[in-house]
């Protein structure tokens, strides 16, 4: 398999999580105590991809503005997700009076398709740069999927739309993404941009979603879980050096 195909259907797996996410909460059968697993290790490991991995290669290729790219990146998710809209959080959004108007509702959704579109373009952005990097990031980036559709689907219940309005958001959140990956692999000259700004995207959803929503748990297992995230990074970096 050439690394265009396995870059495309590894985007195609981030995708789908994201609907799997939103199925979650649909089938209200489901158990979702375990999405708390999935924000825990994500923020861990995604928060050592974007600082160990992805920053210093940015740095590497573009030393002279991949600074002001990943503050970019950083920032542009900031605004999206939670100036123009409404607070929400990686979880059941039961909260049901901050999203009684239609256009908090949709700038959830549309601060979530920046978010995921920049998931994509950093799989791609990933592989461009080599195969390791790229599997390091796909790893991070699907570990916080299924909470991302999640959310989205809960966020829609809240505002009371029907549950195949809210499986059809988590829907786009997983069309967003692959997008972004197709954006990338048809812009791969722009890699010095693309990298650095899915490196800022991706320290903002580590350390200012998923880390807040572990330190909002009780007892020390969540947090313990964060320390589980970095090291299967770790091992990982070092099983792809090899």
Do not use: C
């Not at 605004?79 to 009076?97: D, I, M, Q, V």
């Not at 908090?104 to 799989?123: E, K, N, P, Q």
């Not at 997983?174 to 954006?183: E, L, N």
């Amino acid at each position: 398999m050439n690394l265009l195909t396995l870059t495309l259907l590894l985007g195609a797996t981030a995708a789908a999580a994201n609907a799997f996410g939103g199925a979650i909460i649909v089938h209200r059968d489901w158990e979702r105590r375990y999405l708390r697993y999935f924000v825990a290790l994500g923020s861990g490991f995604m928060l050592a991809v974007a600082l160990v991995e992805m920053a210093p290669e940015s740095w590497r290729r573009n030393p002279e503005h991949a600074p002001l790219y990943i503050l970019a990146g950083y920032f542009l998710v900031h605004f999206f997700e939670h100036t123009l809209a409404p607070h929400f959080h990686f979880g059941e959004e039961t909260h049901e009076h901050e999203f009684a108007h239609s256009h908090r509702t949709y700038s959830v959704l549309l601060g979530l398709m920046i978010h995921t579109f920049f998931d994509g373009i950093a799989i791609a952005s990933g592989f461009i740069v080599s195969a390791r990097l790229g599997w390091l990031i796909f790893f991070a980036v699907v570990l916080h999927k299924i909470p991302e559709g999640f959310t989205v689907a809960s966020v829609m219940l809240a505002a009371g739309r029907s549950r195949a309005a809210a499986w059809g958001a988590s829907a786009l959140l997983g069309a967003a993404t692959f997008t972004g990956v197709v954006a990338m692999v048809l812009l791969q000259g722009s890699v010095n941009v693309g990298l650095p700004l899915a490196a800022g995207v991706t320290l903002y959803v580590a350390a200012s979603d998923l880390i807040p929503e572990v330190n909002q748990e009780p007892g020390m297992k969540m947090a313990l879980l964060v320390f589980v995230g970095v090291a299967v990074f770790l091992l990982l970096d070092h099983f792809f050096q090899v």
